[in-house]
C-alpha cells in the first residue's frame, strides 16, 4: 500500500508528466514499491544509477519514498504537530538514446531553466503548498516544503540525478 504524501507526490506529478514531449517521456515511480505508476511495471531505483542506463533510453524518471513521520504534543488537548517526509528523486540520461539535453533540442533541459525537468517537477509541488490532502480525517497538512536539495550530477556527466525531500507539516488529532 502507498503512504498517502507518496500518493499525493505522484499524484501531482501526473500535471508535468502531461506536458513532456511525447519523444521524451517522464515516468513516475512509487519508490517503496519498485512500481511504474503509470502502468504497474516494475522499476527498481535502488543501487547506482549507472545500472539504470538502459531503463532510462526509455524515459527519464521521478520517483517518491515514504521518508518518515514524526510528531511533538502540542496545546492542551492529545493533538500532535506532525510531519511527514517524502522523498523525492529525479533521473534522467543524456549519453545516446537518453532524454535529457541541455540545449532542449534532442531532450529535455535537466536543471537550471524555467523550462527544465527539476524545476518544473519544484513548481508543480510548490502549486499545492497549501492544504495537501492527508488522506485521514484525524490529520491535516496545512502546507508543505521542498528541503535537503541535492543535485547529484555534473555537466559532463551522462547520468543526471536530484534528490530532495517533501516535508508536509501539519496536525493530528488523537
Known amino acids: 500500500m502507498t503512504a498517502k504524501p507518496v500518493e499525493f507526490v505522484l ?15 517522464l515516468r513516475r515511480v512509487d519508490r517503496d514499491n519498485s512500481l511504474l505508476y503509470e502502468d504497474g511495471g516494475d522499476f527498481d531505483m535502488g543501487g547506482a544509477i549507472t545500472d539504470r542506463t538502459e531503463d532510462l533510453r526509455d524515459a ?3 520517483g517518491a519514498a515514504f521518508v518518515d513521520r514524526s510528531g511533538s504534543y502540542i496545546g492542551t488537548a492529545p493533538n500532535l504537530d506532525l510531519e511527514s517526509v517524502v522523498g523525492v528523486r529525479i533521473e534522467g540520461y543524456s549519453g ?15 536543471q537550471g ?5 527539476v524545476e518544473q517537477i519544484r513548481s508543480t509541488l510548490y502549486n499545492a503548498l497549501q492544504w495537501p490532502d492527508a488522506g485521514r480525517t484525524d490529520v491535516a497538512f496545512t502546507h508543505l516544503t521542498i528541503t535537503n536539495e541535492t543535485p547529484a550530477m555534473a555537466d559532463w556527466e551522462d547520468h543526471h540525478c536530484y534528490d530532495f525531500d517533501v516535508a508536509f507539516d501539519g496536525f493530528e488529532t488523537l
Open 60 to 62: 527519464n524518471v521521478v
Open 113 to 117: 531553466t524555467d523550462d527544465a525537468l
Open 11 to 25: 499524484d501531482e506529478l501526473g500535471a508535468v508528466v502531461d506536458v513532456q514531449p511525447a519523444a521524451h517521456p
Open 96 to 110: 545516446g538514446y537518453g532524454h535529457v539535453d541541455p540545449t532542449g533540442e534532442d531532450g529535455v533541459p535537466f
